[in-house]
């Protein structure tokens, strides 16, 4: 009889083991983030569905980052390519932002070189770009 209670307890210590066991590997599973995630397309969506940001790998090899909001009106555009990289960055209304250009040459499909316009809504633009630089002779002692 002593045997049979020392075997029904050790059963239930080991069970008890066990739960705790598969217990702390479950929350420990749930802690470890994987540490790198690849894709071509990532979107963030709300809590309802809509996407709110995209980060993307153009087919030409282009990186796109988009921020839209609520009605799913792109408000920042940020990329990346061989051409140079760009930001855009809009107010309340679609037509007027500020575009942020950084590309010595232009393109065909960019015509524009490193500079930021600035557009207002009634589409008056203002554009800054770097001025030519000479060389500043230094004196001499």
Do not use: W, Y
Not at 16 to 26: E, K, P, S, V, W
Not at 68 to 85: P, Y
């Amino acid at each position: 009889m002593n045997i049979q209670r020392l075997v029904v307890a050790l059963t239930v210590a080991n069970l008890l083991l066990l739960l705790l066991t598969a217990t702390q590997a479950g929350s420990m599973s749930r802690e470890v983030a994987t540490p790198i995630l690849r894709a071509h397309l990532l979107e963030l969506v709300d809590d309802h569905g809509q996407v709110r940001s995209r980060l993307e790998v153009k087919p030409g090899g282009e990186v796109l980052l988009q921020l839209f909001d609520q009605k799913g009106i792109i408000k920042v555009k940020l990329g990346a390519g061989e051409s140079g990289s760009g930001m855009f960055l809009a107010d309340e209304t679609t037509q007027s932002g500020v575009q942020i250009i950084a590309s010595q040459n232009g393109t065909a499909e960019t015509p524009k070189t490193t500079g930021i316009t600035m557009t207002s809504k009634n589409g008056q633009q203002r554009v800054i770009t770097p001025c030519r630089l000479t060389k500043r002779r230094t004196r001499r002692s």
